[in-house]
Structures are given as C-alpha cells and as structure tokens.
C-alpha cells in the first residue's frame, strides 16, 4: 500500500486565523515545535505535516489526534511510537507540503524549482549523471533534469533511513523510455519510484517497495478543524 497526502499552503492571514482556532486544542509538544519557527509559512509547513499524519491515523487506527507520539531514530526520521507496521515521510518545498504513506520503507521529496542550481550536479552527483543532465537539451531542460533528479536522490535516501551518513555520488541513476531507474547502488536497488513535475513549478518523487501509488489526495484543512474541534 502507497498513498500520498499533497496540500498547498494557504494566505498568511488565513493561516493565522486557522491556527489561532485550533491552538489550544492541540499537543504541546506540537505548539512547542510550530512555534519555534519565526515566519508564519514555516509554520504552517510544519503544522500541516503533523496535522496530515494524525488525520490519517486517527481514520485509519482509531486513534484520538492527541493519542498519536512519535520517536526519531538516530537519524531524526519520525515513526509511529509503539506502533508497528506503519511508515510514513513528510517533505515540504515552497507552497507544497507533501506526505507518502505505506506499510513499508518509504521517503518523498518535493522541490520547487527556484533558480538554476546544477553547480550542485557538478559537486554531488555521478559523472554519468551528470554526463546525461548536460545532454538533457537546452539549459531549462537541463534546469528540470537537475530538480528531477534532485528529489529521486532525496526520496531514496529518506527511504533507505541513512540519508545523513550517505553520499549523493554513492548511487546513481539514469534514465531510459519509461523514465528514472536506479542504475547502481551499495545500499540495495529492491525499490520502485514514482516521479513528476508537480503543478508546473516543481518536481516529486517518491521511493517505495511498491510499483504502483494508491493515489493522490489534497488534503482537506476542514478535517484539521473537525479534528481538532
């Protein structure tokens, strides 16, 4: 099972109100870490990412919002706490926040394309990718084949958990007819991705040990309301 959770960030003053009504009702641990941020568009980034994961294990595990904890591993990525069998990866970029859900390893990554930034190719990433990002075409095909690429990098290392102690040029992709595929790896290759440009200004890409994705839901701000009521 693969799902992904998608919401794109409302006006500042829009979210101030819906944040202002729903404040008391929340964790503390969860208006300990929303405030910590000064700008109210990383706030409500974070503040969406926590509200999606419990809106969808309150419906899915009948749980009470408050009744959802997490634990991080040595490498900071959140899991369920004392609940087995149950995984899922936030990323945010921008107006987007997303979230990928599964019964098993998972990482998404979205990024909005922001300006030209394949001197990081040049750094990171393979010489055989980069010898296919510089013949990609003209500079905003390149532009894309760098973003592309980019969040398939990050997707498979926040699926594999080690993305901290792993090196962006100790794998490697390429790219055939049907799309993106992991060329060669040290940390295994049983996984599938699924990558796109996202609402014209970014990509997405997710790694799963699924070939297909259930979906993809806008997330409903109401149902925080609802949830948190």
Same mark, same amino acid.
């Given at each position: 099972?693969?799902?992904?959770?998608?919401?794109?960030?409302?006006?500042?003053?829009?979210?101030?109100?819906?944040?202002?009504?729903?404040?008391?009702?929340?964790?503390?641990?969860?208006?300990?870490?929303?405030?910590?941020?000064?700008?109210?568009?990383?706030?409500?980034?974070?503040?969406?990412?926590?509200?999606?994961?419990?809106?969808?294990?309150?419906?899915?595990?009948?749980?009470?919002?408050?009744?959802?904890? *997490?634990?991080?591993?040595?490498?900071? +990525?959140?899991?369920?706490?004392?609940?087995? &069998?149950?995984?899922?990866?936030? =990323?945010? %970029?921008?107006?987007?926040?997303?979230?990928?859900?599964?019964?098993?390893?998972?990482?998404?990554?979205?990024?909005?394309?922001?300006?030209?930034?394949?001197?990081?190719?040049?750094?990171?990433?393979?010489?055989?990718?980069?010898?296919?990002?510089?013949?990609?075409?003209?500079?905003?095909?390149?532009?894309?084949? *760098?973003?592309?690429?980019?969040?398939? +990098?990050?997707?498979?290392?926040?699926?594999? &958990?080690?993305?901290?102690?792993? =090196?962006? %040029?100790?794998?490697?992709?390429?790219?055939?007819?049907?799309?993106?595929?992991?060329?060669?790896?040290?940390?295994?290759?049983?996984?599938?991705?699924?990558?796109?440009?996202?609402?014209?200004?970014?990509?997405?890409?997710?790694?799963?040990?699924?070939?297909?994705?259930?979906?993809?839901?806008?997330?409903?701000?109401?149902?925080?309301?609802?949830?948190?009521?």
């Amino acid at each position: 099972m693969l799902s992904l959770y998608t919401f794109q960030l409302l006006e500042e003053a829009e979210f101030l109100k819906f944040y202002q009504e729903i404040y008391h009702s929340l964790p503390e641990q969860v208006q300990q870490k929303v405030d910590a941020f000064k700008f109210p568009a990383d706030q409500q980034r974070s503040l969406i990412g926590d509200l999606i994961v419990r809106n969808y294990y309150s419906e899915k595990l009948d749980l009470k919002p408050a009744e959802i904890d *997490f634990e991080y591993n040595e490498h900071q +990525k959140p899991h369920l706490k004392n609940i087995k &069998g149950e995984c899922f990866n936030i =990323s945010h %970029s921008g107006n987007y926040v997303v979230v990928a859900f599964s019964d098993k390893a998972v990482g998404v990554d979205v990024e909005v394309m922001k300006k030209d930034r394949r001197n990081i190719a040049e750094r990171f990433f393979t010489p055989s990718e980069i010898k296919d990002m510089n013949e990609a075409g003209s500079d905003e095909m390149q532009i894309k084949y *760098f973003y592309q690429l980019w969040t398939l +990098k990050e997707s498979y290392m926040k699926a594999i &958990g080690d993305g901290l102690t792993m =090196s962006l %040029s100790s794998f490697s992709f390429a790219k055939n007819a049907d799309g993106f595929y992991l060329l060669k790896s040290k940390y295994g290759a049983e996984c599938f991705f699924h990558s796109q440009e996202w609402n014209g200004d970014a990509y997405l890409s997710i790694c799963s040990k699924y070939e297909s994705l259930e979906g993809s839901i806008a997330f409903d701000i109401k149902k925080a309301q609802q949830l948190f009521a």
